[in-house]
């Protein structure tokens, strides 16, 4: 097994676990920052929780689609890649402004609810965009190593980031996370089931 390949298996498969446990921890934390104060605080160190795991996952994801990169000699694999953490960490900023909201209790009613859409609605735009570039990494690496579980994948990061508007309500919110755990999965199981070596134009897809 080439070096690279067994590396991008490895960190790829901790990067999406790590990013499937934030994003437990981001629901949990969503669910009680609204209802008032003292759950928005408790939501606020939720949130310093599960931000620092996620961008571990990410970082791990995007080492791994570099030592692919690497591998298949294909650098927009890794560009898309840099560009996905980009927009992930982007979107985390309104999220962080949203969660500190339980410590200006000056702000009136309507501000905080006007700047609490305003934050949903950046976040959301973020992860829309994070997973689109996600996407474009992931269709390169299914053309170039034949596992097709990558381009799958990234279909479904971008329809789960798609439903989860912050119009979307309850039943879009729930079949969101659906996808989402159905895309880290699936994810998960593209990257363990990477090539010994890459594959020449003649050979058959993995599927």
């Not at 560009?83 to 501000?111: H, K, N, Q, R």
Request: hydrophobic share 60%.
């Amino acid at each position: 097994m080439k070096r690279g390949l067994g590396r991008a298996k490895a960190l790829g498969a901790m990067g999406s676990i790590l990013t499937l446990l934030a994003g437990f921890s981001m629901a949990l934390s969503v669910s009680m920052a609204l209802p008032a104060a003292i759950i928005g605080l408790i939501g606020l160190v939720l949130f310093l929780a599960w931000a620092p795991i996620g961008i571990m996952g990410v970082m791990l994801i995007v080492a791994a689609l570099n030592y692919v990169s690497d591998e298949t000699g294909e650098p927009k694999i890794f560009s898309n890649a840099l560009c996905f953490a980009t927009a992930y960490i982007v979107g985390l900023l309104p999220l962080a402004f949203l969660w500190s909201f339980p410590t200006m209790p000056a702000l009136e009613p309507d501000v905080r609810g006007l700047a609490s859409r305003a934050a949903l609605i950046l976040a959301w735009a973020a992860l829309l965009v994070s997973s689109c570039f996600l996407w474009r990494s992931f269709a390169l690496v299914a053309q170039k190593t034949g596992v097709r579980r990558f381009f799958k994948a990234g279909l479904l990061y971008i329809v789960g980031a798609a439903l989860g508007g912050p119009a979307g309500g309850i039943v879009y919110w729930g079949g969101a996370a659906i996808i989402h755990l159905m895309a880290v999965v699936l994810t998960i199981v593209a990257f363990l089931s990477l090539p010994e070596a890459i594959p020449s134009p003649r050979e058959g897809s993995a599927p």
